[in-house]
């Protein structure tokens, strides 16, 4: 209906979750890691900057 991939939709949703668990002093980012399947905090971190542009640690502040 939208145009859009699925992929898009996946991608723009997971995003704005992790933005919002970032926020949450509480979560590790190994826990925020988990709880979307990432294989390491590497790759949840690489994800991040990817996506949304700045490292979790920036996000967090």
Same mark, same amino acid.
């Given at each position: =209906?939208?145009?859009? #991939?699925?992929?898009?939709?996946?991608?723009?949703?997971?995003?704005? !979750?992790?933005?919002?668990?970032?926020?949450?002093?509480?979560?590790?980012?190994?826990?925020?890691? !988990? =709880?979307?399947?990432?294989?390491?905090?590497?790759?949840?971190?690489?994800?991040?900057?990817?996506?949304?542009?700045?490292? #979790?640690?920036?996000?967090?502040?």
């Amino acid at each position: =209906m939208s145009g859009l #991939p699925a992929a898009y939709w996946i991608t723009r949703y997971a995003s704005l !979750d992790i933005s919002r668990l970032l926020r949450n002093r509480r979560l590790s980012f190994t826990d925020i890691a !988990d =709880m979307f399947g990432f294989s390491s905090p590497a790759h949840f971190s690489r994800y991040v900057q990817t996506n949304l542009g700045a490292k #979790p640690s920036e996000l967090r502040e």
